[in-house]
């Protein structure tokens, strides 16, 4: 399967916690994105990276909220001190240049109790 | 402030009746995609429209883009039961990088 793939799909984790997803896009493409969808909404876009410059971040990410893609391959988003607030599914999308399709990732789905 | 609406959010139809999906955004853009999304799934693609003018098609859903109106619909016909699913349109705009900006989404329930 040469599609975007995200790890793990569903965690949940106690309020303070902190966790770590992991996004590996399609392996040609030197765009990441990550988006953060909760229920009943559209995706929002979070962060975004061409090879392993991180180039544009949302003020929807708070500095609780930390994206690397250190070798310009796979990604990581990690939340500290996670809060309910922060359920919500967080998708990873890939493209090959800027303004050019993207492809979406299965989603994690992070539930905070 | 950048707006993509769609309209109407929710919407239960009967099968085999006809309906249209509208998407308005709010800035200058020739691109802009329609994705399905299934409860507690991810996006699938379903339309890339990059011009003023495009028009898609595949089975009972049609997509068309009109940018000087910076309007795009979706058109069903004759639905059926597996439509049934949240659609949104996503535009794709500049603003020192690309990005997609995401429709508020239109749950569709197509009634047996």
């Known amino acids: 399967d040469t599609g975007v793939s995200q790890d793990p799909r569903h965690k949940i984790t106690k309020r303070g916690q902190n966790v770590t997803f992991r996004c590996d896009p399609i392996?040609?493409?030197?765009?990441l994105y990550w988006y953060r969808q909760t229920l009943g909404q559209g995706p929002e876009f979070l962060t975004y990276?061409?090879?392993?410059?991180?180039?544009?971040k949302s003020r929807l990410l708070s500095d609780r909220f930390s994206a690397e893609r250190p070798k310009g391959s796979f990604s990581t988003l990690e939340i500290q001190r996670t809060e309910q607030g922060d359920s919500a599914m967080y998708l990873c999308?890939?493209?090959?240049?800027?303004?050019?399709?993207?492809?979406f990732g299965p989603g994690t789905r992070l539930t905070v109790l | 402030e950048l707006k993509v609406e769609q309209n109407p959010l929710f919407l239960s139809m009967q099968e085999g009746k006809n309906y249209t999906i509208y998407c308005n955004y709010s800035?200058?853009?020739?691109?802009l995609y329609w994705y399905r999304q299934d409860p507690g799934k991810s996006l699938e693609s379903l339309f890339v429209?990059?011009?003023?003018?495009a028009v898609k098609q595949e089975g009972r859903l049609m997509a068309s883009l009109d940018t000087k109106a910076r309007l795009s619909t979706l058109h069903i016909t004759a639905a059926v039961h597996d439509l049934s699913a949240t659609y949104f349109c996503?535009?794709?705009?500049?603003?020192?990088?690309?990005?997609?900006?995401f429709g508020t989404g239109t749950r569709l329930k197509v009634l047996a």
């Open positions: 999308a890939s493209s090959l240049v800027g303004g050019s399709e993207q492809f």
């Open positions: 392996s040609e493409h030197n765009r």
């Open positions: 990276f061409q090879n392993e410059a991180q180039l544009e």
């Open positions: 800035t200058t853009s020739d691109r």
């Open positions: 429209l990059l011009s003023n003018g």
């Open positions: 996503a535009v794709d705009i500049w603003s020192g990088t690309y990005k997609y900006i």
